[in-house]
Antibody, heavy 123, light 109 residues
């Protein structure tokens, strides 16, 4: 049974750095083809993909946020960490981590999601 | 980056068929995945690789993809299907490889 859970601050001040941790179970991030991604959703708005880390430590980022994002993994702890610098009120959103599965074309989709964590950016 | 276009809303009566579209340039050449999101909940994968259903997803949910449009079809719609639906593609050749559509609110009348 695959589960994921996000943790981190619920409130950050503008210009601060946000650090979110995704703790998962039921799979290993050292298994070939596996990935973990981060997705966010501002209140009342659509999903936005942020970053993805692969089993081989390769990483992909949303180009619009790439300069502010860093994704890392700790395979021994079954954790993935996302940091986002220079937070702004527009970054207020629910942040999700998700298990990324892949198929015959090497493409990725999210088959298991965490419950999400609401992060508010305000002074 | 690749753009996916969904209608903001679709309405359907119970027992009827709902079709939610996802438009993109030559989307038929890409694999499309669909998510259902109910209020206050995390998204749930309902269709992957255009038409495959994860275990536990009713057969009423089906998908197709051709040309410039992918479609999520929900047959015999139930009140519990009311939710937001998002399409997603993976474009490995792009610097923005993972894209979500803007979402469609399905209302069951």
């Amino acid at each position: 049974q695959i589960t994921l859970k996000e943790s981190g601050p619920t409130l950050v001040k503008p210009t601060q750095t946000l650090t979110l941790t995704c703790t998962f179970s039921g799979f290993s991030l050292s298994t070939s083809g596996v990935g973990v991604g981060w997705i966010r959703q501002p209140p009342g708005k659509a999903l936005e993909w942020l970053a993805l880390i692969y089993w081989n430590d390769d990483k992909r980022y949303s180009p619009s946020l790439k300069s502010r994002l860093t994704i890392t993994k700790d395979t021994s702890k079954n954790q993935v960490v996302l940091t986002m610098t220079n937070m702004d009120p527009v970054d207020t959103a629910t942040y999700y981590c998700a298990h990324a599965g892949s198929g015959w074309d090497g493409g990725y989709y999210f088959d298991y999601w965490g419950q999400g964590t609401l992060v508010t950016v305000s002074s | 980056s690749y753009v996916l276009t969904q209608p903001p809303s679709v309405s359907v009566a119970p027992g009827k068929t709902a079709r939610i579209t996802c438009g993109g340039n030559n989307i038929g050449s890409k694999s499309v995945h669909w998510y259902q999101q109910k209020p206050g909940q995390a998204p749930v994968l309902v269709i992957y690789y255009d038409s495959d259903r994860p275990s536990g997803i009713p057969e009423r949910f089906s998908g197709s993809n051709s040309g410039n449009t992918a479609t999520l079809t929900i047959s015999r719609v139930e009140a519990g299907d009311e939710a937001d639906y998002y399409c997603q593609v993976w474009d490995s050749s792009s610097d923005h490889p993972l894209v979500f559509g803007g979402g469609t609110k399905l209302t069951v009348l």
